[in-house]
Nanobody, 119 residues
Framework: QVQLVESGGGLVQAGGSLRLSCAGSGGFFSINAMAWYRQAPGKQRELVALINSGGSTNYADSVKGRFTISRDNAKNTVYLQMNSLKPEDTAVYYC?????????????WGQGTQVTVSS
């Protein structure tokens, strides 16, 4: 049904910035939350940032003060602005959407986009 397409990943030097985008297609209705997760080699997938329907945000401690999640409702797009990047931020970043009312709740993942931060 709804498709999530990430973009904006790439290779950057430590201290640099990237902005990831996640565009939804197929129609988003009753969005509960959207989030960014990441998974580095040999590690579990972890929540990086989340924004709920009311605009409240949550961040992993490791990215607080450096990353910002935002949403453009008109474009059905969620962003992750990543500043002061560190090598430990290197991972595949996945967009996540949680939408629909409780009885019809749907959770979907994007395909992922690689972020590599060099020393």
């Amino acid at each position: 049904q709804v498709q999530l397409v990430e973009s904006g990943g790439g290779l950057v030097q430590a201290g640099g910035s990237l902005r990831l985008s996640c565009a939804g297609s197929g129609g988003f209705f009753s969005i509960n939350a959207m989030a960014w997760y990441r998974q580095a080699p040999g590690k579990q997938r972890e929540l990086v940032a989340l924004i709920n329907s009311g605009g409240s945000t949550n961040y992993a401690d490791s990215v607080k003060g450096r990353f910002t999640i935002s949403r453009d409702n008109a474009k059905n797009t969620v962003y992750l602005q990543m500043n002061s990047l560190k090598p430990e931020d290197t991972a595949v970043y996945y967009c996540y959407a949680d939408y629909g009312p409780g009885p019809a709740r749907v959770r979907q993942w994007g395909q992922g986009t690689q972020v590599t931060v060099s020393s």
